[in-house]
């Protein structure tokens, strides 16, 4: 069975901090990891994804990701937060095999303080 | 780019009603998806199809019957809604094993 685990529901912090998201999973096979963006009304947005290679993968809007296969972990960071980052977000993963199956966290609330 | 619809954006519905939720996209992309939202409980997967006319159950697929008849287009029916039941349902598509593009959701009232 596949699991992601995001462990922290909430996140508060102020304008300027920096921040990590923390997602593990359980999976026992080559998969790809993502992490998604859901503001306020809307649907999720794509955000960085990590399949091979360079174990830091840099996003949008100054976002970056750290896989770790020894803690089975994916966490997303940023240096400095604006007030617009606020948003719920999401980690996930997806099967390199056949169609797409993706499996999603219960997501993270971030909320960024002005 | 492209971009993902969904109609409507709220839907109210009686008990034991059946309900159509609908969505378009005009990326071209083969795989579209459905999942439900619950607060707290992030994204379950209801169905998702990999090409026009075919149908793939989700963990979710209970209650629920699927369409796709178009490849553009991606029908989600609830069979019998039930009281109290409030989530938002959310349409993808995708291309790519990692990255799938989300409608803006419709939102399920049940009175």
């Known amino acids: 069975t596949q699991t992601v685990s995001q462990s922290d529901a909430h996140v508060t912090v102020f304008e300027g901090d920096s921040v990590e998201l923390r997602c593990n999973y359980s999976?026992?096979?080559?998969?790809?990891l993502s992490w998604y963006i859901q503001h306020h009304g809307h649907g999720l947005q794509f955000l960085l994804k990590?399949?091979?290679?360079?174990?830091v993968v840099q996003g949008v809007n100054g976002f970056e990701a750290e896989f770790s296969k020894s803690d089975s972990s994916f966490h997303l960071r940023k240096a400095s937060v604006h007030w617009s980052d606020s948003a719920v977000y999401f980690c996930a993963v997806s099967a390199n095999t056949g169609y797409q199956n993706f499996y999603f966290g219960k997501g993270t609330s971030l909320t960024v303080i002005p | 780019g492209g971009i993902i619809t969904q109609t409507p954006k709220f839907l109210i519905g009686q008990e034991g009603q059946k309900l159509t939720l609908k969505c378009q996209q005009n990326?071209?992309?083969?795989?579209m998806y459905w999942y439900r939202q619950d607060s707290g409980k992030g994204l379950r997967l209801i169905y998702y199809s990999i090409t026009e006319n075919d149908l793939q159950k989700g963990d979710l697929s209970e209650g629920y019957d699927a369409s796709r008849e178009k490849k553009s287009s991606f029908s989600l029916t609830v069979t019998s809604a039930q009281k109290n039941e409030m989530a938002v349902f959310l349409c993808a598509s995708s291309i790519r094993a990692y990255e799938q593009y989300f409608g803006p959701g419709t939102r399920l009232t049940v009175l």
């Open positions: 999976y026992g096979g080559s998969i790809y």
């Open positions: 990590y399949y091979s290679g360079n174990p």
């Open positions: 990326f071209n992309h083969d795989t």
